[in-house]
């Protein structure tokens, strides 16, 4: 079955004012539907491969695409998995913003506090030069970890679980805060949807 778009969990104005209405649309319908339809056409020629999830075509850094899609696929099928999971992680619901749960202890645990690891996360979103990502994922030792990726490249690849990941390519916030990638970040942690980031922790440690 071909991949498809994923339902946006909300409009695209309900995270205003930190993320403006146009981006999110532009992003969601034209950046990420982009990254579907490219990895669909790469995926013709192999069709067994529709049987396999995205997340499944990523793991063991790639092992199961043949070599002549397979930087396609790690682009676009990275770029699928990444925005399917950034949607998610974000939120309007008020509730589900505020740091609790199994996650908010292990991040305090294995950081200090909130504060300090939105420090060294932002820093490490921040220090991605060009197009990428920073991640908070669990590593193979089921260890919380915050490291950074180039482009499209999925924490899926390393066989790492990513639980928080924030978009630092221009086009996700270039609109609104121009080149100001740290004021973009700073607004970001304001709609982060810890709620989802603990079902996803908690079912990693499983």
Known sequence: MKHE?????????????YLDAKTMEIHYNKHHQAYIDNLNKALEKHSKLFEKKVEELLVNGLEAVPEE???????????????SLFWQIM???????????EIADAIKDKFGDLDKFKEQFSASAMGRFGSGWAWLIIN???????????NQDSPLMEGKIPLLGVDVWEHAYYLKYQNKRADYIREWWSVVNWKKVNEIYMDSLK
């Open 69 to 83: 899609i397979k930087l396609i696929v790690r682009n676009h099928g990275g770029g699928h998995v990444n925005h």
């Open 140 to 150: 193979q030792n089921k260890e919380l970890e915050i490291i950074s990726t180039p």
């Open 91 to 101: 939120t309007p619901d008020i509730r589900a913003r505020e740091f609790k749960g």
């Open 5 to 17: 778009l994923p339902k946006l969990p909300y409009g695209y104005d309900s995270l205003e004012p």
